[in-house]
């Protein structure tokens, strides 16, 4: 029989678009009446823009943010009829390129609105764009004063079709911090600035602080994708992106007897190790090393949880399964790395990382598999 590619990879990441369906529709139903987006940008958090975007237009999603043109191109092949802004705004002398494809850029400056005005009235129609007002993460965006001029500025203005008002929030996770409050209030004097126009300020957490923070539309991205947006209570997130790595070999090791390269850890009773084929070519963080004899670190197999052992390799890991009953685990099991019992907010803690990080880093030489596709699953 031909082999499958999971039969062939060692590692097999899955990704349940049913899962993002249901994240997209659990968000829509807590924004109320504001309409939910959906943030796809960097290939959709690692997952996949095909299948992703497809799925969120699927479930109902129009508006879909990414952060750079090239993106936005990929995204307007996939999905002609939605509504694509692009976070990085207008990059110089391409508004040609963003009005072919009807893209939105994001303004971020004075002299992007120029431009953008400057190209709708060469190409004879007012471009949409949302205008991005900073209001106290200080990345991207108008501070209030280059805001406040740009609408002082009727020429320029009189050339824009401005279809979204926005800003970012930085401290969202975090729901007590004062920073929050601040960013609120400075963006209702955005708003108060242009009242008819639609505003939007929530990322995932956002959306959990409440209906203050909704507005018109959000943005929810890495919750889409099964990560954690209320970091102090239980996820309501479904996983969607679920890393497996197959049992290459196992074998037992002697109390003294050190695993894996430098030596760094040491049995300290008989072990049973499995050998897992995942490793950091396929997204394992190395950082997901064992640094005390119990992990921090985790897998799940067969209902357990066992702990990480040594370093992580290029291409395998060691786990100890000594809590596990004999001749359970075979060549070929599959051990969860993240999923639905090992969470990708707790396997990036371990890590000293975050979930975004942990899911745009996810590689490319495991094997691929799409569940809930229309045709065999296979991308
Ligand atoms: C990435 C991003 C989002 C989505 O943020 P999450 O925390 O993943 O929900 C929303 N808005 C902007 C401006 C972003 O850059």
Same mark, same amino acid.
């Given at each position: 029989?031909?082999?499958?590619?999971? %039969?062939?990879?060692?590692? /097999?990441?899955?990704?349940?678009?049913?899962?993002?369906?249901?994240?997209?529709?659990?968000?829509?139903?807590?924004?109320?009446?504001?309409?939910?987006?959906?943030?796809?940008?960097?290939?959709?958090?690692?997952?996949?823009?095909?299948?992703?975007?497809?799925?969120?237009?699927?479930?109902?999603?129009?508006?879909?943010?990414?952060?750079?043109?090239?993106?936005?191109?990929?995204?307007? +092949?996939?999905?002609?009829?939605?509504?694509?802004?692009?976070?990085?705004?207008?990059?110089?002398?391409?508004?040609?390129?963003?009005?072919?494809?009807?893209?939105?850029?994001?303004?971020?400056?004075?002299?992007?609105?120029?431009?953008?005005?400057?190209?709708?009235?060469?190409?004879?129609?007012?471009?949409?764009?949302?205008?991005?007002? %900073?209001?106290?993460?200080?990345?991207?965006?108008?501070?209030?004063?280059?805001?406040?001029?740009?609408?002082?500025?009727?020429?320029?203005?009189?050339?824009?079709? /401005?279809?979204?008002?926005?800003?970012?929030?930085?401290?969202?996770?975090?729901?007590?911090?004062?920073?929050?409050?601040?960013?609120?209030?400075?963006?209702?004097?955005?708003?108060?600035?242009?009242?008819?126009?639609?505003?939007?300020?929530?990322?995932?957490?956002?959306?959990?602080?409440?209906?203050?923070?909704?507005?018109?539309?959000?943005?929810?991205?890495?919750?889409?994708?099964?990560?954690?947006?209320?970091?102090? /209570?239980?996820?309501?997130?479904?996983?969607?992106?679920?890393?497996? +790595?197959?049992?290459?070999?196992?074998?037992?090791?002697?109390?003294?007897?050190? /695993?894996?390269?430098?030596?760094?850890?040491?049995?300290?009773?008989?072990?049973?190790?499995?050998?897992?084929?995942?490793?950091?070519?396929? +997204?394992?963080?190395?950082?997901?090393?064992?640094?005390?004899?119990?992990?921090?670190?985790?897998?799940?197999?067969?209902?357990?949880?066992?702990?990480?052992?040594?370093?992580?390799?290029?291409?395998?890991?060691?786990?100890?399964?000594?809590?596990?009953?004999? %001749?359970?685990?075979?060549?070929?099991?599959?051990?969860?790395?993240?999923?639905?019992?090992?969470?990708?907010?707790?396997?990036?803690?371990?890590?000293?990382?975050?979930?975004?990080?942990?899911?745009?880093?996810?590689?490319?030489?495991?094997?691929?598999?799409?569940?809930?596709?229309?045709?065999?699953?296979?991308?």
């Amino acid at each position: 029989m031909t082999p499958t590619p999971e %039969d062939l990879a060692g590692a /097999v990441l899955t990704i349940a678009l049913v899962a993002l369906k249901n994240n997209w529709r659990r968000l829509n139903a807590l924004a109320g009446k504001a309409e939910c987006g959906a943030a796809v940008k960097g290939n959709a958090y690692g997952l996949g823009i095909a299948p992703v975007a497809k799925s969120l237009w699927e479930a109902g999603c129009r508006s879909f943010f990414v952060a750079r043109p090239k993106e936005g191109e990929e995204l307007r +092949g996939l999905l002609p009829e939605a509504t694509i802004y692009i976070l990085d705004g207008l990059f110089a002398g391409q508004a040609e390129f963003y009005a072919k494809l009807a893209l939105c850029p994001a303004l971020i400056s004075i002299e992007e609105a120029r431009e953008w005005a400057a190209f709708g009235r060469v190409y004879g129609r007012k471009l949409p764009c949302a205008i991005h007002v %900073d209001t106290g993460i200080n990345r991207l965006g108008f501070s209030m004063p280059e805001f406040e001029a740009l609408l002082a500025d009727n020429f320029t203005m009189a050339g824009l079709n /401005v279809t979204l008002l926005m800003s970012h929030l930085a401290c969202a996770d975090e729901p007590s911090h004062p920073l929050n409050l601040r960013q609120r209030a400075a963006f209702a004097a955005v708003r108060a600035k242009l009242p008819e126009v639609a505003a939007s300020l929530a990322n995932s957490s956002g959306i959990f602080l409440g209906g203050g923070f909704v507005h018109d539309l959000v943005r929810p991205g890495i919750a889409l994708y099964g990560g954690n947006p209320t970091p102090n /209570v239980a996820n309501p997130m479904h996983a969607v992106a679920i890393l497996e +790595g197959a049992v290459m070999q196992l074998r037992e090791v002697a109390a003294g007897d050190t /695993v894996g390269y430098g030596a760094t850890w040491k049995a300290t009773r008989p072990t049973r190790i499995a050998v897992l084929g995942a490793g950091y070519k396929d +997204g394992v963080p190395r950082a997901l090393s064992s640094r005390e004899p119990g992990g921090p670190a985790q897998v799940f197999i067969n209902g357990r949880r066992c702990p990480v052992i040594g370093r992580i390799s290029m291409d395998m890991m060691g786990i100890d399964i000594t809590c596990l009953p004999e %001749d359970e685990v075979k060549r070929g099991t599959r051990a969860e790395l993240i999923g639905r019992h090992i969470g990708i907010d707790e396997a990036a803690s371990w890590a000293g990382t975050i979930s975004y990080e942990l899911l745009t880093r996810l590689g490319s030489r495991y094997a691929r598999l799409y569940t809930g596709l229309e045709s065999d699953g296979r991308a």
